[in-house]
């Protein structure tokens, strides 16, 4: 397994010798600017106590106060969240949003504990960092296996040990707590701003438009619907157990149907719940892999599952003719430089689906000033940022002739490197 730190290291040195960074700043932006490791004892059910293991990683405050979700999974290291710690000051700089970047988790595994196991864990965690954590210091959110309801253990207790409210402290909460409007939706809506104008700048037909996504969770879910109801024609979909094809086009609403159902995505074919063998595996309509469903010939392919899906082994036979990241890191930096030597461009993840993110910080924002903004007006909101930050991306990628990920983080390192310098 690669060093998810290590790799980001390698992106921030490229985005600096591109723009000729100073070299105090690209050595302050080597190291977040603070991690916190601390030991949690949890009382489990049986009466013992089990330690489990937390971070914090601050990144980079200059634009903000730090932003970035807290993950609850077994696989949480240092690395991995230092690394995502410096993905979201960059997410936040390219988005232009006036906050840092920063990201927690817990080694554990939350399948495996009781609901007051899982509250006594979250409230210990802030018992352990409260002090560094703030609506004007450090803003956390939920991230993998973490939810609303967490969120709102950690407020409760932050607020409780400071004495005061201070509603803004964590984002991602329930609605009747201080959550925002639109927060569900929020990344796929971005996602689909960013179509949009790639569909601009190519002088892409929405009706002429094919459109693979691979994943059907929150995010790849409503892009599809959403995308569909912009015109856009689309032809495959998949989640963990495999996928759909069909040439003449997918009703995203019928697959969610047959999905609750109990059904496979591959029986949208017959047009109800069936076993594996009864799905069609060619012709028009068929099963196919999430492996399949990568190489199909669609115009735009928006991998929204996990990371590393394309890489140098699969990469020749992508036969797409953009890509919109929605998933963190579903390209490898190797596949990254094949897919722009072919031509084929690819609109970033920190670009792509930052519109989690930015209504994130719309949400701490509505918190600090008593305000609860209609949907419809969060999204007006989410529009104008997401647009702006697309055209700065495409125009400093074209500026300095490299690719929309380098862009991106070329963007963002000089919006940050300028508040730094001031």
């Known amino acids: 397994m690669s060093n998810p730190f290590v790799n980001a290291m390698a992106q921030l040195d490229k985005a600096a010798k591109i723009v000729n960074l100073d070299k105090n700043i690209h050595e302050v932006l080597k190291q977040p600017e603070r991690v916190l490791t601390v030991s949690i004892p949890v009382k489990m059910d049986n009466g013992e106590t089990k330690i489990f293991t937390g971070y914090r990683s601050q990144y980079n405050n200059a634009l903000g106060p730090y932003k970035g979700g807290i993950r609850y999974h077994w696989n949480v290291s240092l690395d991995e969240v230092k690394a995502l710690s410096f993905w979201m000051m960059v997410k936040c700089a390219v988005v232009n949003i006036p906050m840092g970047g920063g990201k927690g988790g817990i080694i554990v595994n939350p399948k495996e504990l009781s609901v007051g196991e899982l509250e006594r864990l979250s409230r210990e965690y802030i018992r352990k960092i409260w002090r560094v954590i703030g609506s004007d210091k450090d803003v956390p959110a939920p991230d993998v296996y973490t939810t609303p309801q967490i969120m709102a253990w950690m407020r409760d207790e932050f607020e409780k040990l400071l004495g005061r409210p201070d509603p803004g402290v964590i984002t991602g909460k329930p609605l009747a707590q201080g959550g925002s409007e639109g927060r569900e939706t929020a990344t796929a809506m971005g996602g689909v701003c960013v179509v949009r104008e790639l569909a601009k700048k190519k002088g892409l037909k929405p009706s002429e438009t094919t459109v693979a996504v691979q994943g059907v969770g929150n995010v790849g879910g409503f892009m599809a619907k959403l995308l569909r109801q912009d015109g856009y024609k689309i032809v495959a979909l998949s989640d963990s157990k495999g996928g759909v094809y069909n040439q003449d086009g997918i009703d995203p609403d019928k697959a969610e149907t047959i999905k609750k159902n109990g059904g496979m995505l591959g029986c949208y074919c017959l047009g109800s719940v069936c076993s594996l063998e009864q799905m069609p595996t060619d012709g028009p309509c068929r099963h196919v892999s ?64 930052a519109g989690g993110v930015t209504v994130s910080c719309f949400e701490w924002e509505q918190n600090l000033k008593g305000e609860h903004w209609s949907e419809a007006d969060v999204f007006v909101k989410l529009e104008k940022i997401m647009v702006n930050a697309f055209n700065e991306v495409w125009d400093t990628a074209e500026k300095y002739n490299v690719t929309l990920r380098q862009g991106a983080f070329v963007k963002a390192i000089e919006r940050v490197a300028g508040k730094m310098t001031k």
């Open 290 to 353: 999430n492996e399949d469903l990568l190489e199909l010939p669609v115009d735009i392919l928006v991998p929204s599952a996990l990371e590393n899906q394309i890489t140098k082994e699969n990469v020749d036979k992508i036969k797409a003719k953009y890509i919109v990241e929605m998933a963190n890191g579903p390209t490898t930096p190797e596949a990254d430089e094949i897919l722009h030597a072919r031509g084929i461009p690819v609109v970033p993840d920190v670009l792509a689906n």
